[in-house]
């Protein structure tokens, strides 16, 4: 009873800690599969297999509700930490990879989110890349502010002359 009340608390602090969640189920993959998906996640979440019921029970602690439908078969959770994106991109490789993953849904900022929603997160692009898209969209816009700034001082030399 007392380990029961441990892992609760332990899966409702994960909830809580977490920016997201992605809810899995492994059935037939083996545990060196795991232990690469592991791995394939490690810098943005851990994963995690876990008790239904428990897992019920710390969802619902950690005020989210929307999981006690998907929480059905084995089943696995990512507690994302990082890049939610990176993290779903590298489950829905996995798990192209290894078809007996398969991806339930999960709750990012909040909102319950179903296989399909997690796979249109997964598509993308990394932070990095759109905040380098970003930046270079705002310098190209500067640089074009002072050609038309120079192109105005130089009509307005050769007014004055």
Do not use: C, W
Not at 5 to 33: H, K, M, P, W
């Amino acid at each position: 009873m007392a380990n029961k009340e441990a892992s609760v608390a332990e899966l409702t602090n994960l909830f809580e800690s977490s920016t997201a969640v992605l809810l899995t189920e492994y059935r037939g993959l083996t545990v060196a599969q795991l232990k690469q998906l592991r791995n394939n996640i490690r810098q943005d979440a851990s994963y995690a297999v876990v008790k239904n019921t428990l897992t019920k029970i710390a969802a619902n602690n950690a005020g989210i509700s929307t999981l006690d439908a998907d929480l059905v078969g084995p089943s696995a959770v990512a507690f994302v930490h990082g890049d939610f994106v990176a993290t779903a991109k590298a489950v829905r490789d996995f798990a192209k990879a290894n078809p007996n993953l398969v991806i339930k849904g999960g709750v990012f900022e909040g909102k319950a989110l179903n296989a399909d929603e997690v796979n249109k997160y997964a598509s993308l692009e990394s932070r990095e890349a759109l905040l380098a898209k970003a930046a270079g969209m705002m310098k190209a816009t500067m640089g074009k502010a002072a050609a038309t700034i120079d192109a105005l001082r130089e009509k307005l030399e050769t007014a004055a002359a």
